[in-house]
């Protein structure tokens, strides 16, 4: 066997392991989906902590403050998009700083680290009887919610040009099976749950944070046992300063849309790589509004029940992971832009559709356009940034990324929750394209 098919080999290995370790995280870390609705109802009726009534009268204020309604229905909904964009502001904190560290340290030791802080935020879900434990939860979680960069650096360490897409494709397939089979077991735990939300059982929450601690152990012992570093000692940053310069003044958001802490890259492709940020930022500004405000608007205007939304979710799930397995991870190399603008071009109809349905069928119908979207995006737009700096800046240039999509998903869920935005997302969806065809040389 000669030094090219070993290498091969070991390229197809990693990956695999990635792809089955990524699945088992997202599986537990969508558990939470279908129940957050049921989740904020409970803590309305239980907590003992205060916490709840003042993010919820804070809630209010703000809806009151952007000319919202103010009901029992719209305030749980802006108080569910407030948690959503806390959790991804967190991330917007820690993905470049953890990015950064592991250009220093390797890929594997800041994996496991963020898996253990991710284990030790389920153990608080487990034991969250009021509303401040399930804050601390959020909290915890957000921010050790880094291993998703990590993983896309390592991808990054074990492939070329070539064969990069169909290794970022991959790691789309994981995100569509996690949400694919993580909210179908979420809505079975609210089944189990859901009559005792008026009562005083901790049902509604416990069993699927034990459920989520538990594979998030067993991801823990997989990676601990069988990954193997992607990062060379030869290739990393010679010292934390050097890792981390630039990293921690990352929390200016100017900063990092310009990537100031990247320094080993030309001037035209540090303005493709800006460029290429500001679109992942409007985009997921745009796409993670309907993503999260989605468990609430089927829960309130097509009153579904846990378990319909977990049928919902498993629609999207499928959707996704044939679009990237037949599609995506077929497309030759260089296909990345073109792919992306596809895609937009099919979301853009398919969040209006989903917006004014009034019907399972007009619902559906827009979610079919929306996974063709949302399966071809994000993955397009990474491969395309992924393919800049060198090898000592990766972790740092994925941390940043994420760290735009982490800001991007902290006011899109306001925005959604505070209004009709149908007009907004059209608009701005279509500059959004516009820049990409016009400007992206690479």
């Known amino acids: 066997m000669n030094a090219a098919t070993v290498e091969k080999e070991c390229q197809k290995r990693t990956l695999m392991v990635l792809f089955a370790s990524l699945i088992i995280d997202l599986v537990g870390f969508t558990v939470i989906l279908p129940l957050m609705p049921s989740l904020l109802e409970y803590y309305h009726q239980h907590d003992k902590s205060g916490i709840y009534q003042w993010m919820l009268e804070r809630s209010t204020e703000f809806g009151s403050l952007?000319?919202?309604?103010h009901n029992d229905r719209f305030d749980l909904v802006l108080l569910g998009g407030i948690l959503g964009a806390l959790f991804s502001f967190l991330q917007y904190l820690s993905s470049p700083i953890l990015g950064a560290l592991s250009d220093v340290y390797g890929r594997r030791q800041l994996l496991l680290a963020t898996m253990i802080g991710t284990l030790i935020s389920y153990v608080v879900w487990a034991i969250s009887y009021d509303f401040s434990a399930f804050l601390m939860f959020r909290i915890i979680g957000g921010l050790s919610k880094g291993n998703v960069g990590i993983v896309i650096a390592s991808v990054t360490d074990v492939t070329?040009?070539?064969?990069?897409?169909k290794g970022m494709a991959l790691v789309g397939i994981a995100f569509s099976l996690g949400f694919t089979f993580g909210p179908l077991i979420g809505a079975m735990f609210s089944i189990w749950g859901s009559k005792d939300i008026s009562g005083d059982s901790y049902t509604i929450f416990q069993y699927p944070a034990i459920f989520s601690l538990l594979l998030?152990?067993?991801?823990?012992?997989f990676i601990a046992l069988i990954f193997k570093e992607t990062l060379s000692e030869s290739k990393r940053a010679q010292s934390f300063g050097k890792g981390i310069k630039g990293a921690v003044h990352l929390i200016n958001p100017i900063s990092i849309f310009r990537f100031d802490a990247i320094s080993r890259i030309n001037a035209p492709d540090l303005n493709n790589l800006r460029l290429l940020g500001a679109v992942?930022?409007?985009?997921l500004f745009l796409f993670s509004g309907l993503e999260y405000s989605l468990s609430f608007l089927v829960h309130q205007r097509h009153h579904y029940t846990s378990m319909q939304q977990?049928?919902?979710?498993?629609?999207?799930g499928v959707a996704m992971a044939l679009v990237q397995g037949a599609y995506v991870r077929r497309l030759p190399p260089g296909s990345e832009k073109k792919t992306a603008i596809l895609g937009m071009c099919a979301?853009?109809?398919?969040?209006l559709t989903v917006g004014f349905s009034s019907s399972s069928y007009m619902l559906y119908f827009g979610l079919l356009l929306y996974c063709i979207g949302a399966a071809t995006v994000v993955t397009s737009i990474t491969t395309l940034t992924s393919n800049y700096?060198?090898?000592d800046e990766k972790g740092k240039i994925t941390g940043i990324v994420r760290s735009l999509g982490a800001l991007a998903r902290s006011f899109g869920p306001l925005l959604t929750c505070g209004g009709e935005v149908h007009d907004v997302h059209s608009t701005q969806k279509i500059i959004i394209m516009n820049i990409t065809n016009n400007k992206i040389s690479r």
Do not use: C, V
């Open 66 to 69: 952007i000319g919202a309604p």
């Open 160 to 165: 070329n040009h070539q064969s990069r897409s």
């Open 216 to 221: 998030s152990l067993l991801d823990i012992i």
């Open 280 to 283: 992942y930022f409007l985009y």
């Open 310 to 316: 977990g049928k919902m979710y498993l629609f999207i």
């Open 347 to 351: 979301i853009i109809p398919g969040m």
């Open 389 to 391: 700096g060198e090898g």
